[in-house]
């Protein structure tokens, strides 16, 4: 039926009873639907005295700050600086292409038509080539050779891979937190802990265990050594 299953991400359970669980309430939905609300997300409801969690969806369009640059693979194929929009680009050359088969069509007919097409036909090739390396790189799918190669079915795809990644819920310090701003903090602190670099214990001479060098020695050290001292040496 070509229904995809929304994820839940806050909580593993839907229904208990005793010590029983399980993931028995689940929503579907159309590929068209996830088109129209591409970024409704699935979250629970307080479950009270009844077995079951209910399902709430919500449309989680809002802005939390600048995205982060993302390179794409589809860049390094175009020769140019300026890259572009790669379906308008294609519409464009698709439209030449009809035109040149509508002067076919009427009788006009000559070398430099035919050259004309094929130069177009290559161009075209390369886009679509393009779009077929960025729709693989959105989507990850592991699929992506034996499948569809659809351009909507990889949207979709990255579209869900988008949602499944979103930290819609954490539990902090043993409460579920759904605040997206105390979210983003415990994450911050969590890995500035994990990464800080504790201060290593110093070791002197008076610990015993380094022996301490005389004035005289330490300046020997910070001498250069000599003409004769070198070709002794080697």
Known sequence: MELVNLELNDCRYTWFRGQSCSRIDRSLVSLGWLDMYPEMRLRSGPRDLSDHYPLIMEDFRRFDGPRPFRS????????????GNMIERIKRFEEEILK???????????????????????????????????????????????????????????????????????????????NQARIKIAIREFYKRLYHQEASPRVTS????????????????????SVEKVKETV
């Not at 035919?114 to 790189?137: M, N, P, T």
């Not at 959105?138 to 990889?154: G, I, L, V």
Request: with cysteine.
């Open 100 to 178: 040149v088969d509508d002067m076919v069509s009427s009788g006009q007919y000559d070398d430099t038509i035919e050259a004309k097409r094929r130069a177009l036909v290559r161009c075209c090739e390369k886009w679509y080539i393009r779009q077929d390396i960025h729709w693989k790189q959105m989507s990850r799918s592991r699929y992506a050779t034996e499948m569809d190669r659809n351009t909507r079915y990889f949207h979709n795809i990255a579209s869900a891979r988008r949602r499944n990644n979103r930290i819609e819920a954490l539990v902090i310090n043993g409460r579920l937190v759904r």
């Open 72 to 83: 794409l693979d589809s860049w390094f194929t175009h020769e140019g600086q300026h890259f």
């Open 206 to 225: 008076r610990d015993g265990l380094v022996n301490r060098l005389e004035r005289e020695e330490a300046e020997t050290l910070k001498a250069l050594p």
